[in-house]
């Protein structure tokens, strides 16, 4: 599996971004798929994730009601959809991927072993 994470940019406060995740040579059956970000001068932290089989997501709590998890089966793509976004959501933004991931480990970026390139989000003032 190779990810692909797109949709990055620039916006203001208030306003929205959608980030795509895609695969390719694969699909994300039994895969968990996440979203990490990291600021600059800051460790990259767990925003959001989907298993995909269930559909079940996880969310970070400073993003939980802004930010909305969803899969597309035919692309083989996980969407982030990034509502009424703060500065503070300014970073750039990973995607992973991997099978076996326990529940405990959804958070850990160790826990992924793929990931794609990251995606800048700039959220101006």
């Known amino acids: 599996v190779q990810l692909q994470a797109s949709g990055g940019g620039l916006v203001q406060v208030g306003g929205s971004l959608r980030l795509s995740c895609a695969t390719s040579?694969?699909?994300?059956?039994?895969?968990?798929v996440a979203w990490f970000r990291q600021a600059p001068g800051k460790e990259r932290e767990f925003v959001a994730g989907?298993?995909?089989?269930?559909?079940?997501?996880y969310y970070e709590d400073s993003v939980k009601g802004r930010f909305t998890l969803s899969r597309e089966n035919a692309r083989n793509t996980v969407y982030l959809q990034m509502n009424s976004l703060k500065p503070e959501d300014t970073a750039v933004y990973y995607c992973?991927?991997?099978?076996?991931?326990?529940?405990?480990?959804?958070?850990?970026?160790?826990?992924?072993?793929?990931w794609g390139q990251g995606t800048l989000v700039t959220v101006s003032s």
């Open positions: 992973a991927a991997d099978r076996g991931v326990i529940t405990s480990s959804i958070r850990d970026s160790r826990a992924y072993d793929i």
């Open positions: 040579g694969d699909t994300f059956s039994s895969y968990v």
């Open positions: 989907i298993r995909w089989n269930s559909r079940h997501t």
